[in-house]
Antibody, heavy 118, light 110 residues
């Protein structure tokens, strides 16, 4: 059973960079899966942020593309998200998850709340 | 890339059936058989309920079923139970290696 756990600062200042890491256990990050980030602002729906393959290939939401960077660390079996120039609109619960080729997001982390505030 | 359109809320009594729609465009829902549905209880991780439009993962009750017609996908829940009360999200491939979620539907079991 694959398990994912998000970690990172819960508070980020406006115009700063949000950085989160997702540790994967119970499976290899080098499997034939994409590793994704999804967020949910308070009171709103889910938003796909982007995804990364173990090779380093990435796909990002066009609306966030200029601010998003994802990376993978195979030695640590984890992947990361950086979102630059954040504002209050980026306050959300951030989830990391695994997506299969068929698009099924079958394993999710518990989510971590990141608040953007001075 | 716009969010798929779902009703904000639906409700039903125990034992009844409800259907949640998910409307996209010919660029996403209408073009690919890659719609999935997730059940989300607040404070918990979302759970996959339906994938590839109509397939159920192992362990998901047969009371949940999915379908698609043109640009609209649907999730039907039969024999409503109290534990079905949750938020439900659809998700579709949107082309160009991107994915899009619906705005979410809050299901209330009366």
């Amino acid at each position: 059973q694959v398990q994912l756990q998000e970690s990172g600062p819960g508070l980020v200042k406006p115009s700063g960079t949000l950085s989160l890491t997702c540790a994967v256990s119970g499976g290899s990050i080098s499997s034939s899966s994409w590793w994704i980030w999804v967020r949910q602002p308070p009171g709103k729906g889910l938003e796909w942020i982007g995804e990364i393959y173990h090779s380093g290939s990435t796909n990002y939401n066009p609306s966030l593309n200029s601010r998003v960077t994802m990376s993978v660390d195979k030695s640590m079996n984890q992947f990361s998200l950086k979102l630059s120039t954040v504002s209050a609109a980026d306050t959300a619960v951030y989830y990391c998850a695994r997506r299969s080729a068929a698009g099924t997001i079958d394993f999710w982390g518990q989510g971590t709340l990141v608040t953007v505030s001075s | 890339q716009s969010a798929l359109t779902q009703p904000a809320s639906v409700s039903g009594s125990p034992g009844q059936s409800i259907t949640i729609s998910c409307t996209g465009t010919s660029s996403d829902v209408g073009s690919y058989n890659l719609v999935s549905w997730y059940q989300h209880h607040p404070g918990k991780a979302p759970k996959l309920m339906i994938y590839e439009g109509s397939k159920r993962p192992s362990g998901v009750s047969s009371r949940f079923s999915g379908s698609k017609s043109a640009n609209t996908a649907s999730l039907k829940i039969s024999g409503l139970q109290a534990e079905d009360e949750a938020d439900y999200y659809c998700c579709s491939y949107a082309g160009s290696s991107t994915w899009v979620f619906g705005g979410g539907t809050k299901l209330t079991v009366l």
